[in-house]
C-alpha cells in the first residue's frame, strides 16, 4: 500500500532522505520521479550525506549523468537520466553495478524503461498548489516492511 507525506518545505523534503537512507540495503533502486523543482536532487542530497558525511560535495549529476559516492552500506550511485534519449545508453553507466553492489538513486527512471528493476521503490514528488509544499508517494513491494518506519517524517 503506497504511502503518502506531505513536505511542507525543504528541510521536510531533506529529512525524508535523511530517514530513506535510514532504511536503505544494498541492492536496493529508488526511482525519484517528478517534475523539474519538485525536490529530486534536495531529496537525493540529504540521503547521501547522511551516509557519508555532513560536509559532502554532492551536484546535481545533471550533466555528469552519474556521481558515486563511499559509504559504509557501500557504494551510492545517484544518476541523472533526463538527458538519456534511449535506455540502453544506461549501460554505459555501469547501472548493472549500480542495481547489484550499491544502492542506487535515480533521477527521470522513466528513461530506463524495461530496464528499470521490478524491485524498486517509487518515490514520486508532487508540486502543491501553493509551490513551497511537496507531496512524496512512496510504493515499492520490496519496501512495504520499511515504509511504517518512514511514515512518521
Known sequence: MPLTLVLSDEAATAALGQRL?????????IALD????????TLARAFIRHLTSPGEDVPSPTFTLVQTYASARGPIWHFDLFR???????LELDIE?????????????????????????????????????????????????????LAHV
Open 21 to 29: 537512507a535510514e532504511a536503505a540495503r544494498p541492492g536496493d533502486v
Open 84 to 90: 538519456l534519449s534511449h535506455p540502453d545508453q544506461a
Open 34 to 41: 517528478g517534475p523539474l523543482g519538485a525536490g529530486k536532487t
Open 97 to 149: 553495478d549500480a542495481f547489484t553492489d550499491g544502492i542506487a538513486l535515480i533521477e527521470w527512471p522513466e528513461r530506463l524503461g524495461e530496464r528499470l528493476p521490478e524491485q524498486r521503490l517509487n518515490l514520486k514528488l508532487a508540486i502543491d498548489g501553493d509551490g513551497d509544499t511537496r507531496r512524496a508517494t512512496l510504493d515499492g513491494a520490496a519496501w512495504q516492511d520499511r515504509l511504517a518506519a
